[in-house]
């Protein structure tokens, strides 16, 4: 059976399937338990499965890290969130000291195979802590996984497979897309294997890599550029680390162009990865320099000038016709 669902539907599906399947997951953080979270994620399962289970954490992040590292040692299985991503920068410490080297500290005796979800990015006329795209830095860290998806089925599908990962894994929502997207989701268990990148439209002209709210834009692109009888391949990553190198190359071997979409900054991003992996492995099949379409490398500006910042399907078309035509 399917069901209509958006990305906050999809997710909080995922976590009530899990809460039913395992009782060691448990689920907190700010206002995740009575309220349901700012966006309202976890509506509804405190009511379900109590408040040992689903609750709501002190106004520290850092606080919120350390004791899931304790209880996923124990035993347990967290799922903590951070209100938004720029709130995770105090749990920072946590994170890189003890989250993500735990396995390797204690000779693969024990690991801390937490979730940590957070909705992340611009485009709904926040301010700068609760816009940021900063999976690049996370995804730098040994030991952590980093998924986003883009869609709600994925989002079930992929939060189920984070849930039952042995690693810890980041989850980053795009909440511009929380309500945005709705679509035909499994009502039943489903997983989605993580480190796995989808082709959601074949091509033959140039490969174009994205995830997160920009497939949204990228499609919106390729529609632009359908008058130019330019045959687009797009790319859904799925996951930023592991990166699935060997779609994205077979890709590029095929188009002999690339082009990389995402909202965080330039400088050292997740498109710089993507772009060196294809030099590195289909130089001789490229026709023209690989390019990014990125955010800008600046803090994201407050309401009244983000619109400045986020990449419209426009400037993504712009970037297309150019290296088509390179």
Sequence with gaps: MKKVMNMVNAINDALDIKLKEDRNVIVYGEDVGVEGGVFRVTEGLQKKYGVERVFDSPLAESAIAGTAVGMSIAGLKPVIEMQFSGFANPAFNQIVSHVSRMRNRSRGKYTSDMVIRMPYGGGINALEHHSESIEAIWAHIPGLKVVIPSTPHDAKGLMIAAIESPDPVFFMEPKRIYRAIKQEVDEEKFSIPIGKAKVIQKGTDITVVAYGAMIREVQKAAVLAKKDNISIEIIDLRTIYPIDRDTIVESVKKT???????????????????????????????????????????????????????????????????????
């Excluded at 001789?284 to 990449?311: C, N, S």
């Design 256 to 326: 002999g162009r690339l082009l990389t979409v995402h909202e965080a900054i330039k400088t050292f991003g997740v498109g710089a990865e993507i772009s060196s992996t294809v030099i590195e492995e289909a130089f001789l099949y490229l026709e023209a320099p690989p390019k990014r379409v990125t955010g800008y490398d600046v803090i994201v500006p407050l309401p009244k000038g983000e619109h400045h910042f986020i990449i419209s399907p426009e400037r993504i078309y712009y970037e297309i016709l150019r290296t088509v035509k390179y």
